[in-house]
């Protein structure tokens, strides 16, 4: 059984919305650092935007700043990404990431100490 899974992913026309949601098992539920990233097909992977529920912090990468919000159901169970006005850019796998390290490092630190789910696809077109 996955440990995170990710639902919400869909085909938008440019400027439209989608909201991304991520359901945690047990295992990784209350974990307080956790990510969304996506992949491109021949790109390589993108953190989007993180969270730490410890202080209720959020951090985006410069392409999705003002157009995406993460947050976390108070339970922790649930985390969502909620993207608007969006681009042919934005086309990829989002991938839902929990971080089981200390704190809550810059995205591009992330390595062996993350759970990934199994993506979603989100395709936007123009």
């Known amino acids: 059984q996955a440990q995170l899974m990710e639902s919400g992913g869909d085909s938008v026309q440019a400027g439209g919305s989608l909201t991304l949601s991520c359901a945690a098992s047990e295992y990784i539920s209350g974990t307080s650092c956790m990510a969304w990233f996506r992949q491109a097909p021949g790109k390589e992977r993108e953190g989007v935007a993180r969270f730490s529920a410890t202080i209720h912090y959020a951090a985006y990468a410069d392409s999705v700043e003002g157009r995406f919000t993460i947050t976390q159901d108070n339970d922790k169970k649930t985390l969502n990404l909620k993207m608007t006005s969006l681009t042919p850019e934005d086309t990829a796998i989002y991938y839902c990431?929990?971080?089981?390290?200390?704190?809550?490092?810059?995205?591009?630190?992330?390595?062996?100490?993350?759970?990934w789910g199994l993506g979603t696809q989100v395709t936007v077109t123009s």
């Open positions: 990431v929990a971080y089981r390290g200390r704190g809550c490092p810059l995205m591009t630190k992330w390595g062996t100490e993350t759970v």
